[in-house]
Structures are given as structure tokens and as C-alpha cells.
């Protein structure tokens, strides 16, 4: 069943773009979601929010390789879910994990040591969630999904020339904000 959002598209292109969207990536919008839920209701609002998120983003989407494309999608949930559930109260925010940390362990490290680098990935991954939003897409958009600054700049809403600063600013802001909350870095 497709959510009620895609209806208020006026758009047709828009309208068959997110429905193909949706129809293609359902498995995936809702497993992520379930990660954070196991409520049905939970999981179809999530989802619901997560389309109206990528709604607004449609002309981002369209230029994005599919690889870029899932890992955008899983972003938009999980932070979307992050978020519906903190404002329900159901989540702290130290609850909320960096995902395949595993990846990064020296398996050589002592116990204690892995004891300090996990709490400091708590600190991290609570820390990250208090920055803007925006601030925090740009830094995701950049980092971790290895957009273009073309394409970061249609996420931000601005011209090319401006994603850099606007990067400047959201690594300060960030910086900052793990200042204020003496999170050390991992």
C-alpha cells in the first residue's frame, strides 16, 4: 500500500519518480525502520516521515547513483526513526550506536581500552544527534556518502560555490557542539 504523501505530489514526473522510488526501495525503507521499532503504527509513521523527507529532496535524488541512492535512503530513515523516537521519549540519546564499529577495533587493544573507545563512541554518537540537522546532512552527505559538492549543494539548497563554506561552518558547529559536551576524540 503506498503512503498518503505521494499523493500531494502536483508533479506527475515527481509523483511516478517517488512511487518507483518507494515501490523499488519498501523492503528496505521498512527493515530499517524496524531496526528501531517493533510497533507496526511506529514503523509505517517512520516510513511516512522518512518519504516526506525524501519528497523534498527529489531533485537530489534523481542524479544520485543507486549505491549513493540506498545508502541516502537508509540515512533518511534510521535518522528519521532516531528522531521520532527520541521525541516520543522512547530512546536516550546514548542509546543510539555508530554502526559497524567492529570494523574498526584493533583486535590488539585491552579491555579496558575497548571499554574507553566504546564509551566515547556513546559520547560521539549522542553528541552527533544535538547538531542541526543540516549541519549534520552536509557532514553525512560528504563523509560518509561521498557526495560531489554539485550534490551537496542541491541537498543544501544552494549554489556550488557556497557548499564549502557551508561545510566550514557545519565541521565548527560540530566541533563546537562536541567541545560544549567534552566529547573526546576516538
Known amino acids: ?27 528496505l525503507l521498512f527493515s530499517t525502520a524496524w531496526k528501531f521499532t517493533s510497533s507496526h503504527h511506529d514503523a509505517e509513521e517512520i516510513v ?13 535524488l534523481r542524479q544520485l547513483e543507486r549505491c549513493t ?3 541516502y535512503i537508509v540515512s533518511t530513515v534510521r535518522n528519521t526513526a532516531i528522531n521520532h523516537l527520541r521525541k516520543a521519549g522512547r530512546i536516550k540519546l546514548a542509546e543510539t550506536d555508530i554502526d559497524d564499529e567492529s570494523e574498526t577495533i584493533d583486535p590488539q587493544l585491552s579491555l579496558d581500552d575497548l571499554l574507553i573507545l566504546r564509551e566515547r563512541q556513546q559520547k560521539l554518537a549522542a553528541t552527533w544527534l544535538t547538531i542541526p540537522e543540516d549541519d549534520r546532512m552536509l557532514l553525512e552527505g560528504k563523509y560518509l556518502l561521498g ?3 554539485g550534490e551537496l549543494a542541491e541537498l543544501a539548497g544552494c549554489k556550488s560555490n557556497s557548499v564549502r563554506m557551508k561545510l566550514t561552518r557545519a565541521r565548527r558547529n560540530a566541533l ?4 560544549d559536551k567534552e566529547v573526546e576524540w576516538i
Open 1 to 27: 500500500m503506498l503512503p498518503v504523501i505521494i499523493s500531494t505530489l502536483d508533479d506527475p514526473q515527481d509523483r511516478n519518480f517517488i512511487v518507483q522510488l518507494y515501490l523499488e526501495y519498501e523492503k
Open 48 to 60: 511516512q516521515d522518512s518519504l516526506e523527507r525524501l519528497i523534498r529532496k527529489t531533485s537530489v
Open 69 to 71: 541512492l540506498v545508502a
Open 147 to 149: 557526495l560531489s559538492d
Open 176 to 179: 563546537k557542539v562536541m567541545l
